[in-house]
Nanobody, 121 residues
Framework: QVQLVETGGGLVLPGGSLRLSCAASGSIFRIDTMSWYRQAPGKERELVATVTAGGRTNYADSVEDRFTISRNNAKNTVYLEMHALKPDDTAVYYC???????????????WGQGTQVTVSS
C-alpha cells in the first residue's frame, strides 16, 4: 500500500504565496507522474499541474506563470509553489501519484487526503 500526505495549506491574503508538499511512502518501486489537483466547493476536481519522473511539467491555463510544480525523486516528494494567489484559487488541493510497487507490477494511482487552501482578505 502507498500513502500520500500533503502539508502546507492554510489561509493567505490575495497576492500571497504558499508552498504545498506531498510525501509518498509505503510499497514504492517507482513513481511515474506526480500531480496536484484541486476541488472548490460545488465544482468538479480539476488538474492543476503535473510533473513526470523526468521533470517535464504541465499546467492548467489558470495557474500558468503563477504556480510551479517540482519533485524530489530521492524523497518521493512533490511540491507546488503558489504565488500571486487569487480568491479563485481557494480549494482543497489533492496530491496524486502513479506508482509501481514492484519492478514488473502494474501502475496504480494514489491520492492524498487533501489540504485546504483559502485565499481571502
Amino acid at each position: 500500500q502507498v500513502q500520500l500526505v500533503e502539508t502546507g495549506g492554510g489561509l493567505v491574503l490575495p497576492g500571497g504565496s504558499l508552498r504545498l508538499s506531498c510525501a509518498a511512502s509505503g510499497s514504492i518501486f517507482r513513481i511515474d507522474t506526480m500531480s496536484w489537483y484541486r476541488q472548490a466547493p460545488g465544482k468538479e476536481r480539476e488538474l492543476v499541474a503535473t510533473v513526470t519522473a523526468g521533470g517535464r511539467t504541465n499546467y492548467a491555463d489558470s495557474v500558468e506563470d503563477r504556480f510551479t510544480i517540482s519533485r524530489n525523486n530521492a524523497k518521493n516528494t512533490v511540491y507546488l509553489e503558489m504565488h500571486a494567489l487569487k480568491p479563485d484559487d481557494t480549494a482543497v488541493y489533492y496530491c496524486n501519484a502513479v506508482v509501481s510497487s514492484t519492478m514488473y507490477g502494474s501502475r496504480s494511482p494514489y491520492w492524498g487526503q487533501g489540504t485546504q487552501v483559502t485565499v481571502s482578505s
